[in-house]
C-alpha cells in the first residue's frame, strides 16, 4: 500500500461522498414504520408486478436475440462488424429518452413501421409490450458486449476439437460454446435485468405512464414523489435493494479486484 | 489405409505432403515448429480445407476440391488427440470421451458405459469423475487418447502425445501408447519434435520441414 497524496485524498473522498450521501440519506430518511403501508398500497403493487414482468420478459428477449448476435460479433469475420457492433452499443450511452423518441419514430402509428404494424393488428405505443420494447432497447446492449467478450474468451480450438470429435455445430453450441460462457451469460444476464428494471426515460416516452399497464416502478416512484412521498421513499428503497442484490451477484467478476 | 496429397497455404506455410498409412500402420511426421505437423493433422481430420489434392480414407473420399468433394469433420471415421490435449473444461474425465459418442447420437447412459471402458483401456479407469484442472499431463493424455479410440476410428491422429511431460510420466506413456497402437486396427499419423519419440512409436518416420518431406 502506498501513502496518498493529501491532493488526491480530498477529491477522492468528495467522490466517494457524492454517491454515498445521497445512498444514505435514502436508508436513513425512510419513512420505515410506514413502508409495509407504502408498499402493501395497489398502486405499489401493481408498479412492483409490472416492473418484475417487463424487466424479466426484456432480459429474455435479450438472451434470445442478442446471445446469437453476441457470437456472430465474436466469431464471424464479416464486412460491417465494427459498424454493427458500435450501433448495437450506442443504447448505453444514448440519452434514454432519445431512444424512446427514436421508437416512437419506428413503431409509433405515423412510424417508419407503424403502418405495417397497425395493418397486422399490432399497436406497440402506449403498451406493456411497448413498455418491454423500451426496456429491451436500453438494456440489450449490456448483456451484448458482456456475451461477446465471453465467447471471445473461449478458445477456438474447443470448437474445432468438438468438431473434429464428430460433434454438429449445434451439438458444439449447446455443449461445448454456450456452457464455457456460462458465467459471461450470466453476468450479462443479471446486468441487462438491472438496467431494464430501472429504465425511466425510454419507456416514459414510448409507453407513457398508464398504471397496471405501462406505469413501471421508476415511473411510479417519480409520480408517488408529488403526491406521496413517503410510498416513492419505500419504492425508491426496492429499487435500491434490488440492486444491490445483482451487484452482490456479480461481485465475483466485477468486485473482486 | 489413408491415402493423401495435400496441397494448401495457410499464413507463411505452403504444404505439399503426399502420406500413404496403411492400417495398422503408425506414420511420425517429425520437423520442427512451424514445419506444417499440425496443419498435416488438421486437414487430414477436416478441421482445414485442402486448396488442391486429394485425402481418402478405406477408398472413401473426404476432402478433394478438383470435385468439390469435402467431408466435414464430424462425419469422417477419424479420431484425434490434440496438442494441448484440449479436454473440455467443463466436463468431467467420463463426459470427454462420451462426448465423440453423444455427438453421434449415442445415448448418455451407453455413451458413458463405452467411455468407461475406454477409460479403463488406458490405465485411467480412476479418474472418470476428474475434471481435466484436476488431471496430470500424463493423466490428461490418456483421457485424451481415450476419447479419440472411443470412437473406433479409421484414422487415428496424435498431436505430440508425449510433449509436455516430466521424465517418469513420459516412459509411462509412451509404452501405454506403443501397447495401444500395437493393438489398434486402423491408420495412425503421429507427429512429433522429439525424433526418439518418433522411433519408438511409429512403423516409419518422415522428417518435414517448411511445408515438405525433407529429403
Known sequence: ?257 | MLEARLELSLGELELRLDLSVGAGEVLALVGPNGAGKTTTLRALAGALRLDAGRIALDGRVLDEPARGTFVAPEARAVGMAFQDRLLFPHLTALDNVAFGLEARGLGRLAAQARAREALARVGAGGLAGRRPAALSGGQAQRVALARALVLAPRLLLLDEPLAALDTLAREALRDELRRQLAGFAGATVLVSHDADDAKALATRTLHIEAGRVES
Not at chain 1, 81 to 95: D, E, G, K, Q, S
Open chain 1, 1 to 257: 500500500m502506498s501513502r496518498a497524496p493529501r491532493l488526491l485524498l480530498v477529491p477522492a473522498l468528495v467522490a466517494a461522498g457524492l454517491i454515498g450521501v445521497p445512498l444514505v440519506a435514502l436508508v436513513v430518511r425512510a419513512p420505515w414504520p410506514e413502508l409495509s403501508r407504502a408498499l402493501a398500497g395497489d398502486e405499489a403493487r401493481n408498479a412492483l408486478g409490472l416492473s418484475l414482468v417487463c424487466s424479466l420478459s426484456a432480459t429474455a428477449l435479450s438472451l434470445v436475440f442478442g446471445v446469437p448476435l453476441a457470437w456472430l460479433l465474436a466469431r464471424v469475420d464479416f464486412p460491417g462488424r465494427r459498424l454493427l457492433r458500435a450501433l448495437v452499443t450506442l443504447p448505453m450511452v444514448l440519452p434514454p429518452v432519445v431512444g424512446g423518441v427514436a421508437l416512437l419514430l419506428a413503431f409509433g402509428r405515423r412510424g417508419l413501421l407503424g403502418g405495417a404494424l397497425g395493418a397486422l393488428g399490432i399497436q406497440l405505443p402506449f403498451t406493456t409490450a411497448g413498455a418491454v420494447l423500451a426496456e429491451t432497447f436500453v438494456a440489450l446492449p449490456f448483456l451484448v458486449v458482456a456475451a461477446e467478450a465471453g465467447f471471445r474468451q473461449i478458445d477456438p480450438r474447443f470448437e474445432e476439437a468438438a468438431a473434429v470429435l464428430g460433434a454438429k455445430p449445434g451439438f458444439a453450441l449447446r455443449r461445448v460454446t454456450l456452457p464455457l460462457a456460462a458465467p459471461a451469460l450470466r453476468a450479462g444476464a443479471a446486468l441487462c435485468w438491472a438496467r431494464a428494471l430501472g429504465e425511466f426515460g425510454a419507456t416514459i416516452t414510448f409507453a407513457g405512464s398508464f398504471p397496471g399497464r405501462t406505469q413501471t416502478l421508476p415511473l411510479a416512484v417519480y409520480l408517488a414523489l408529488e403526491h406521496d412521498p413517503d410510498a416513492a421513499i419505500a419504492l425508491s428503497l426496492v429499487l435500491l435493494v434490488v440492486s444491490v442484490a445483482a451487484l452482490v451477484a456479480l461481485r465475483d467478476r466485477w468486485l473482486g479486484a
